[in-house]
């Protein structure tokens, strides 16, 4: 692909929304979308990768293998994403629950077009005529949200009584000595559901603005999605992730009683505890891959505060061993720790015997990675999962287990997470 052409642009977020419209027909498309915002912990650059010249899917046990060997021959961006259920591979289990949606367990292409949005230009990378393309969407229409054309019957896959059960059998396998913290999630879904995916995207990072959020589409199958939560950065030879392990629920009608939430969370020893043992896993998961001593904690229990919920994030660095890779960093630390919990080994296979359904593309990630070899994921929580084909909708929220937990605490704070989604999805 050629080097990048730069046009300036009056308006972001006018180019923004035209660009969303003007990518709509093609099968394959990424927004990765900041959301305008501009904490200390950065989050992904605005681009959007269009069409498809070159792709791989996840294969028969030998995908790190395959992914390693692409992104070498290409030298190019590529973009796609990381299921959850490739944790097969790396620790030879097997998913057997329920998966409405259909996503591979891994897809990369590498785009026909990738446009790189910053506050004052677009650059596009292409072989084809960029001031063409530019033109192309500054004549379209600017995405505008659309109402369902039915209210959608959301079912939940999981009732409150048995996830109050559950949670207590986890707790079980906690007191004996199983793990010390699981990442439990549960389904809501909806049956013959028709919507537009664009218009569902607006409506929902409108609502739950966030850093990490995306627009993804393969062919029949979308991903519709609002995350808070970075996978891991590559920058040359450095490495950052930046789990969330910790929610509470804003209150801005009243600025004291959000500050008492902000503080409360700062303050918990329940969610600090979770958070430090999720910090504990990726330090460890980390340094399979980073040079002896280079791994730390830049930040711990950073509190950070969105439209609907102040988080607790923290931030672990470190320094990659020479001739590491960005499929090696997956491979090392996938699934992420703030999704699964620890020891991680143990909880893969506790998490498949107790939840109800394949998470398919949910708690994994995407992303894209650089021609030079950089690279940035999200984790994929807090979205929409849509198969247009068989019209079968789908969103999964969790929380993380431990000993003292309180079930019906827990199950609050999974409807917590769920509320975005289903005031978009609910909404006349």
Not at 42 to 48: D, K, N, T, Y
Not at 259 to 271: A, H, I, T, V
Not at 357 to 362: I, Y
Not at 378 to 391: A, D, E, F
């Amino acid at each position: 692909m050629k080097k990048a052409i730069s046009f300036p642009i009056d308006n972001f977020i006018d180019f923004r929304n035209k660009m969303l419209n003007w990518v709509q027909p093609f099968n394959i498309f990424c927004l990765l979308d900041n959301r305008q915002y501009h904490f200390e912990a950065p989050a992904f650059e605005c681009l959007l990768a269009v069409g498809c010249k070159r792709k791989i899917e996840s294969g028969k046990g030998d995908t790190f293998e395959s992914m390693k060997s692409f992104s070498k021959d290409q030298k190019d961006w590529i973009f796609g994403h990381l299921g959850y259920d490739l944790k097969n591979e790396i620790a030879a289990l097997n998913s057997n629950n329920y998966d409405g949606i259909h996503f591979p367990d891994a897809f990369f292409f590498v785009p026909e077009i990738v446009l790189q949005l910053t506050e004052n230009e677009v650059n596009i990378f292409c072989d084809t005529d960029a001031a063409a393309i530019v033109s192309a969407i500054e004549a379209t229409a600017v995405a505008v949200e659309k109402t369902l054309p039915t209210i959608l019957q959301i079912q939940q896959r999981i009732a409150s009584d048995e996830y109050i059960e559950i949670v207590k059998k986890l707790q079980q396998h906690i007191l004996r000595g199983d793990c010390y913290e699981i990442n439990f999630c549960q389904e809501f879904f909806a049956e013959a559901a028709v919507i537009d995916p664009l218009s569902v995207y607006c409506s929902l990072v409108s609502i739950s603005p966030n850093p990490f959020s995306a627009l993804y589409r393969l062919n029949d199958k979308y991903c519709i999605c609002a995350s808070p939560e970075r996978y891991f950065k590559k920058t040359g030879d450095k490495i950052s992730s930046q789990p969330i392990k910790g929610t509470a629920k804003r209150n801005l009608a009243n600025p004291e009683l959000d500050e008492f939430s902000k503080q409360r969370l700062q303050n918990s020893e329940k969610e600090k505890s979770e958070n430090v043992m999720v910090v504990d896993l990726v330090r460890n998961d980390l340094s399979r891959v980073c040079k002896s001593g280079t791994v730390k904690v830049d930040e711990l229990f950073g509190i950070y505060s969105f439209p609907q919920v102040h988080q607790m994030i923290s931030t672990i660095s470190g320094d990659l061993e020479d001739g590491i890779d960005w499929v090696d960093v997956v491979k090392a630390t996938f699934p992420m720790g703030s999704m699964t919990g620890a020891p991680k080994r143990s909880v893969l296979e506790i998490i498949e015997r107790y939840e109800s359904t394949k998470r398919g593309l949910f708690s994994g990630a995407i992303g894209y990675v650089t021609p030079q070899g950089d690279a940035d994921f999200n984790v994929v929580i807090r979205s929409i999962l849509y198969n247009h084909s068989t019209q079968y909708l789908s969103f999964q929220v969790g929380s993380a287990i431990t000993f003292y937990s309180n079930a019906i605490e827990e199950y609050e704070e999974c409807l917590l997470k769920a509320n975005a989604m289903q005031q978009v999805l609910q909404r006349k």
